[in-house]
Every structure is written in C-alpha cells, then in structure tokens.
C-alpha cells in the first residue's frame, strides 16, 4: 500500500489543521492506521492510532483532548484533526499502515507502510 499524507502548513498557537492520508490499494478497510510525528532534532513519537474497524482510537498524552484520528474506509483516507495546536506541536507527521489486526498501534515497529510526512509548524 503506498500512503500520501496532506494538510500540513503553518499555523498560529491556538488554531486547527486537518491532516488526511489517502491509502492506495483495495485493502485499506483492513489495516489498522496511525500517525507518528517527529521535531527537530528529536526521534520519532507515537501520536494517535485507529483500528481497521474505527472502533477503538489511541492516543499519545500529549496529544489526548485536543488531536482527533478518524477514517473513511469508503475513501481510503485516514484523518488527523488537529485543535488547540501549540509550538510544541511543530513537525513533520507521517501516516502509517499496520496490517496486523492484533499489532501494537503504539508501536513503530508494528507498521509495515509509511508516508513521505508533511509538514506542521505551529508559531507562537
């Protein structure tokens, strides 16, 4: 499956982006989905994730309350609405693709498939 993640920009302290990642391939209904981010000059952190049947969500602390993930197994799209963005919040977002129904979401190790990432900056 080849995943392209959109939406990124920049945008003040306080304000909202939606990300979306659009899936190729016929079995996107299957994969469990996540999304990762990573600033600069630190690694790559687990942000939010969705089981294949959007029943259960997961979240990263820092993230929790203010980031929604949701998808559209019609569209093969995955979504990342982003509120109450803060500095802290600035970097690059990737979109993951998990084919193993019982995988760790939170997990980088459980993805098998990875966008290019787009790019958030959040000014103060």
């Known amino acids: 499956v080849q995943l392209q993640a959109s939406g990124g920009g920049l945008v003040q302290a306080g304000g909202s982006l939606r990300l979306s990642c659009a899936a190729s391939g016929r079995t996107f209904s299957r994969y469990n989905m996540g999304w990762f981010r990573q600033a600069p000059g630190k690694e790559r952190e687990f942000v939010a994730a969705i089981t294949w049947t959007g029943g259960s969500t997961y979240y990263a602390d820092s993230v929790k309350g203010r980031f929604a993930i949701s998808r559209d197994n019609a569209k093969n799209t995955v979504y990342l609405q982003m509120n109450s963005l803060k500095p802290e919040d600035t970097a690059v977002y990737y979109c993951?693709?998990?084919?193993?129904?019982?995988?760790?979401?939170?997990?980088?190790?459980?993805?098998?498939?990875w966008g290019p990432g787009t790019l958030v900056t959040v000014s103060s």
């Open positions: 993951a693709a998990d084919p193993t129904p019982s995988g760790r979401l939170t997990d980088q190790g459980s993805y098998d498939y």
